[in-house]
């Protein structure tokens, strides 16, 4: 599958999911900030995508947010460095260099892209 058509597909199911219009979701756009995305829609992004794309997706395996649960990867609110090992190990289709910058817990969602998502995709096809 081409990433054009894994991209219109994924941009489907975020306009479904988040009742966003077509042109706001772009490669760039983040799923809280530009897409207004809250903790709850992301299960149901999960189960949407599971089913455009026909594959399945373990808990955590996209937004791994039990990293950021865990007191050897966070300390008063920073990932750690064994944290964002533990971050680049399960997510390999995000960019995670600006986030590293700062680590801060409460920035983290912002890395979710839907590039990141349709390279997520990407690599669960291939």
């Known amino acids: 599958m081409a990433n054009e058509e894994?991209?219109?597909?994924?941009?489907?199911?975020?306009?479904?999911?988040l009742a966003v219009d077509d042109e706001e979701v772009?490669?760039?756009?983040?799923?809280?900030e530009?897409?207004?995305?809250?903790?709850i829609d992301f299960l149901d992004i999960v189960f949407r995508l599971e089913k455009a794309f026909s594959i399945k997706i373990d808990q955590g395996e996209i937004f791994?947010?039990?990293?950021l649960e865990d007191e050897n990867y966070v300390q008063d609110g920073k990932?750690?460095?064994?944290?964002?090992?533990?971050?680049?190990?399960?997510?390999?289709h995000a960019d995670l260099s600006e986030f590293?910058?700062?680590?801060?817990?409460?920035?983290?969602?912002?890395?979710?892209?839907?590039?990141?998502?349709?390279?997520?995709?990407e690599g669960k096809l291939n």
């Open 26 to 32: 772009t490669s760039q756009a983040t799923l809280t």
């Open 64 to 67: 791994p947010s039990n990293v």
């Open 6 to 17: 894994i991209f219109s597909k994924v941009q489907e199911v975020l306009v479904d999911a």
């Open 79 to 92: 990932v750690t460095d064994a944290g964002m090992d533990e971050l680049k190990k399960r997510m390999p």
């Open 100 to 121: 590293d910058a700062s680590r801060d817990v409460e920035e983290f969602s912002n890395i979710f892209t839907v590039d990141t998502i349709v390279k997520f995709i």
């Open 34 to 39: 530009d897409l207004g995305a809250e903790s």
